[in-house]
């Protein structure tokens, strides 16, 4: 019984009939109270079409479908992702940088080139709008989570409530709480960005210092609890932000500088442009900061904290640093939404907000800056998707399952990522074959 | 008076009932070699942990007398300020960043002392560009000095042990330390590596002024190495002296072979 179920072949093909069975169910009937198991037997009694060819009950289409996945999975897949010749793999002499740097750039000049002509090309206004809202915005907000889940190394489950501040910032600003503004002047919300970025990162050192001592699992479950203390706070200071109602009444952007004029509006193409600024200036910035000393020094920190602290690095400062970066970007993320959707409301902060971010950051891959992009793209794309073409018995809320799903399925087979980072891919094939340590976000181990 | 650099007065260290380090009080001089030895479990790499602020222990003083022999004492410090003070360590199984290359390991010893400075490094501004310059040359001099050259840009994990023993070494010097405070460097290499490492910690401390500190279960290479030795037993300093001197010290026979010089003697 024991050499069968250490057959790999056999243990693989379990895996990928298990894989299906859940798409299976996923897929199928809802159950109700009456019959509660009707959702799952009759997700395989079903019937169906064998893609349009016959009729037959389901599981016959994902049986096939599993076998095919099977056979994929122990001819192409596999490759690589043995442990040996992964070492080898990440063991080869890297390049230098300078010779990568001109495919780099080109990639990036192309892709610029596409988001610049992407609204002139898609004129349908739902799509429209989900750019700006669902995928530029999460973008950025992917690339501030990276920032601390990628190159630090820290867990971060209340990554909402600093996009959370970043909003309320802007209503207080604009006064568009019941608390008064700065000052009592009604600003605009551009004057809200160095505000709410300077508030965020105060936040974030205040919630870092003491928090980020803690290790892995111990961080994950302080930082979800002041996500959802925030949202508590924000549901219930009546006085302070508006409680459950929230606030309606935020202005859009405005330029009035000189001659200048100009008034961001209910159009979502002006949001676009401006959100598409500021993430090719995130991105700028922050793949200089890995490459910098700062960002050897979260590597160092990540892998082996003790010998870094011997080397004279002092590892709550680094994280501390990383968290605040982090949070400044969901910061500035929360300026832009409140403004360009003139309202924000308690409920739209929650646990799986921040989940939602985690997802594309680690599906992306964790510390690579492209691959995170590259991840929030695909995600977010995909799920508006599912929402603008819903297939049939779809809701919603179903989209966390497809995210489980498509987490689970990478954790086996691409644990690194989509495009993942070279250092990252090193660690995990290394750790696997007992060389150095595994990092704590992906295995709670201490170091 | 000889100028020292390490005091160490009647330090005890205990974890719950256990006591690793009982009243031991030793020091070094600048510029010396010294060695700490003892059978397994005597609290050599304890002691190396106390006074690179691992491990904080509960009685005695600890006194470093660094850059300009300025006394700071180093119980209560975290690890960070200790290296910043002037002390650096290699660890008793080799503690490399694996998954970074050879040159990379060196440059983050090398750049871990200067300020932060997040917007600099994210504008790389004209004060950034300059210190990842210096902090390149320094890098290449080092690999340079422990002869690992060629394999600046392999990945640490895939370096023999002997090699990683020299990179901990050079990671270390790059934090311009005073003191270094070497882990059992010649275990797991071979003879001709041990030989090479040798030559190469007699040449730190010669060419580079480094004071060296050495935990080693070869006694040929502690003895051909150290001019001084301690010998630690159970928590506490049993012997020390000249490598001669010890070697003909009965407290020292009997801690590593069990019975009393003269019970062997009688028997």
Avoid: C
Avoid at chain 1, 287 to 308: F, K, N, P, Q, Y
Avoid at chain 1, 430 to 447: C, F, N, R
Avoid at chain 2, 37 to 60: D, H, W
Avoid at chain 2, 180 to 206: H, Y
């Amino acid at each position: 019984m024991k050499t069968f179920l250490n057959n790999s072949m056999v243990r693989r093909f379990m895996m990928a009939a298990a894989v299906l069975a859940v798409v299976a169910v996923m897929t199928g009937p809802a159950g109700s109270t009456e019959t509660p198991t009707a959702g799952f037997t009759g997700s395989f009694s079903e019937r169906s079409s064998f893609f349009g060819f016959f009729e037959t009950v389901r599981w016959v289409p994902f049986l096939f479908l599993a076998v095919v996945f099977f056979g994929l999975w122990t001819t192409w897949l596999a490759r690589g992702t043995q442990i040996k010749s992964g070492v080898s793999k990440v063991m080869a002499v890297p390049r230098a940088a300078t010779e990568r740097r001109p495919v780099r750039w080109g990639i990036g000049a192309v892709l610029l080139f596409v988001a610049l002509i992407l609204p002139h090309v898609i004129s349908d206004p739902f799509w429209q709008a989900a750019m700006v809202e669902q995928i530029a915005v999460y973008v950025l907000l992917a690339i501030g989570l990276n920032v601390v889940v990628g190159f630090a190394g820290l867990l971060d489950l209340g990554f909402v409530a600093f996009y959370a501040i970043g909003a309320y910032v802007t209503a207080w600003v604009t006064g568009a709480l019941p608390m008064p503004p700065l000052f009592g002047i009604h600003m605009d919300p551009f004057f809200a960005i160095p505000i709410a970025i300077l508030i965020v990162m105060a936040a974030g050192i205040v919630l870092g210092v003491p928090t980020l001592r803690l290790r892995g699992d111990y961080l994950a479950i302080v930082t979800l609890g002041f996500g959802e203390i925030i949202t508590i706070f924000a549901n219930n200071l009546y006085g302070i932000t508006g409680g459950s109602q929230g606030s309606s009444l935020i202005p859009h952007f405005s330029l009035h500088i000189g001659p200048i004029k100009y008034a961001w509006g209910l159009t979502p193409v002006p949001y676009y442009y401006l959100t598409l600024i500021f993430v090719v200036l995130f991105l700028a910035a922050f793949s200089l900061l890995e490459h910098s000393r700062v960002g050897r020094a979260w590597t160092a920190i990540r892998e082996d904290e003790v010998a870094a602290e011997s080397v004279g690095i002092n590892p709550l400062k680094y994280k501390v640093m990383a968290f605040a970066i982090g949070a400044s970007t969901a910061g500035f993320a929360g300026v832009v939404t409140a403004s360009q959707s003139n309202n924000i409301f308690p409920s739209s902060f929650t646990l799986s907000f921040s989940i939602n971010i985690l997802v594309l950051v680690i599906f992306g891959g964790m510390g690579s800056i492209f691959g995170v992009v590259l991840g929030a793209l695909i995600i977010q794309t995909g799920s508006m998707y599912l929402l603008h073409t819903p297939p049939a018995g779809y809701q919603s809320s179903d989209l966390y399952i497809y995210l489980g799903a498509l987490l689970v399925v990478m954790m086996i087979f691409r644990p690194a990522g989509l495009v993942p980072s070279r250092r990252r891919r090193r660690e995990i094939v290394l750790s696997k074959a007992g060389e150095g340590h595994p990092d704590e976000v992906l295995t709670g181990d201490e170091p | 008076m000889t100028d020292k650099i390490f005091d160490v007065d009647s330090v005890t260290l205990r974890f719950g009932g256990v006591v690793s380090l009982n009243d031991v009080s030793l020091h070094q001089n600048r510029g010396e070699i010294l060695a700490v030895i003892g059978p397994n479990g005597a609290g050599k790499t304890s002691l190396f942990n106390s006074l690179t602020g691992v491990y904080q222990p509960q009685e005695g003083t600890i006194t470093f007398l660094g850059r300009d022999a300025k006394p700071i004492s180093i119980i209560g410090k975290k690890a960070h300020r200790v290296s910043s003070a002037g002390v650096a360590r290699t660890f008793q199984a080799s503690r490399m960043f694996s998954a970074l290359t050879a040159f990379e390991n060196v440059k983050i010893g090398a750049e871990s002392h200067r300020g932060i400075g997040v917007l600099g490094a994210m504008l790389k501004g004209p004060a950034t560009r300059k210190g990842e310059k210096a902090s390149d040359a320094k890098t290449v001099e080092l690999l340079d000095f422990v002869g690992l050259t060629d394999r600046a840009n392999v990945i640490s994990a895939s370096l023999s042990y002997g090699d990683r023993r020299r990179l901990e070494i050079a990671r270390g010097l790059a934090t311009d330390p005073q003191v270094l405070l070497l882990d059992e460097p010649a275990a797991g290499t071979n003879p001709s590596e041990k030989v090479q490492l040798t030559e190469l910690i007699r040449k730190v401390r010669d060419e580079m002024g480094v004071s060296i500190l050495l935990i080693e279960h070869d006694m040929k290479l502690v003895m051909s190495l150290a001019e001084r030795l301690y010998v630690l037993n159970f928590g506490s300093v049993i012997a020390q002296g000249t490598p001669a001197e010890i070697r003909a010290n009965d407290a020292v026979i009997e801690a590593y072979l069990g019975a009393s010089a003269d019970e062997t003697k009688g028997a």
